[in-house]
């Protein structure tokens, strides 16, 4: 990659499928597309993504309707959007299938992005905060585990970086 600053998302299709991925993955992982049975090709178009805003929303309901608030950001408003989230039971049956090749077995992208998650949860120690976490929670049955649980983390957390 020339010239692309790193902290953007390339965004790649070819036919129905498309991969996102940082750039520094990118650099170090070869990205797969399947092939048509008939041998055609098609243009791979490629887009190089720079992030705007982003937001995290809880969601705990089957459905509900969350507002979710950006902040403000580069363009120098406050942006926002109103979700509905609809949980489909099956969707998840779906997505599982989706991760599986024709074998059953888990497919080389899923065991990819696993592999890279995995790395990521024990380069923070994330895995063990977790646990301890978890473990503290039901050794205490608090009477509010939230507010245990943020205590908890932010103790974690150490100084803010800025």
């Excluded at 991760?99 to 592999?115: I, L, M, T």
């Amino acid at each position: 990659a020339r010239h692309i600053p790193d902290e953007c998302t390339l965004s790649l299709r070819l036919g129905d499928t498309r991969r996102q991925v940082t750039l520094e993955r990118f650099r170090g992982h070869p990205m797969r597309f399947p092939c048509p049975a008939d041998g055609s090709t098609e243009p791979l178009r490629v887009d190089v993504l720079k992030q705007v805003a982003s937001a995290q929303v809880p969601v705990r309901a089957a459905e509900a309707e969350y507002p979710v608030e950006f902040g403000d950001a580069d363009i120098g408003e406050a942006m926002g959007l109103d979700l509905r989230v609809c949980m489909a039971p099956d969707a998840a049956k779906d997505a599982l299938a989706a991760c599986r090749d024709g074998s059953g077995q888990a497919s080389p992208e899923y065991r990819d992005a696993a592999s890279a998650a995995k790395e990521y949860l024990e380069h923070h120690g994330l895995l063990r905060c977790m646990q301890t976490l978890l473990h503290t929670v039901i050794q205490q049955k608090p009477e509010d585990p939230f507010a245990l649980m943020v205590s908890h983390l932010e103790a974690q957390r150490g100084p803010a970086v800025e």
